[in-house]
């Protein structure tokens, strides 16, 4: 059974820092694609960042560079994926996704989780 599930999400103040985690199991997702996504009350669902099997390259929305860090540990069933956010801002307050995928930017990622709720106040 193929399941991606979030933790790390909570309530912290402007300028605070959170670190977001991702188990990806159930198939074999070393050589999937990881990224996080977030959706605001209001608003579409946006990649945050998105980070490669193969060769390490990252993506990153323009708001969050320089803020937040995406990384992920494979293991042979298991993916491990984490979002270190720091300095972070209201705007940054969303539900966010893990979602993996055979192609980075993919148009429709394949798998995702239920999300993790991240707020931040001011």
């Known amino acids: 059974q193929v399941q991606l599930v979030e933790s790390g999400g909570g309530l912290v103040q402007a300028g605070g820092s959170l670190r977001l985690s991702c188990v990806a199991s159930?198939?074999?997702?070393?050589?999937?694609?990881m990224a996080w996504f977030r959706q605001a009350p209001g608003k579409e669902r946006e990649i945050v960042a998105a980070?490669?099997?193969?060769?390490?390259?990252?993506?990153?929305v323009d708001s969050v560079k320089g803020r937040f860090t995406i990384s992920r540990d494979n293991a042979k069933n298991t993916v491990y994926l984490y979002l270190q956010m720091n300095s972070l801002k209201p705007e940054d307050t969303a539900v966010y996704y893990c979602?993996?995928?055979?192609?980075?930017?993919?148009?429709?990622?394949?798998?995702w989780g239920q999300g993790t709720q991240v707020t931040v106040s001011s």
């Open positions: 979602a993996a995928d055979p192609i980075i930017h993919a148009r429709n990622w394949d798998y």
């Open positions: 159930g198939r074999t997702f070393s050589n999937y694609a």
């Open positions: 980070i490669n099997w193969s060769d390490g390259y990252t993506y990153y």
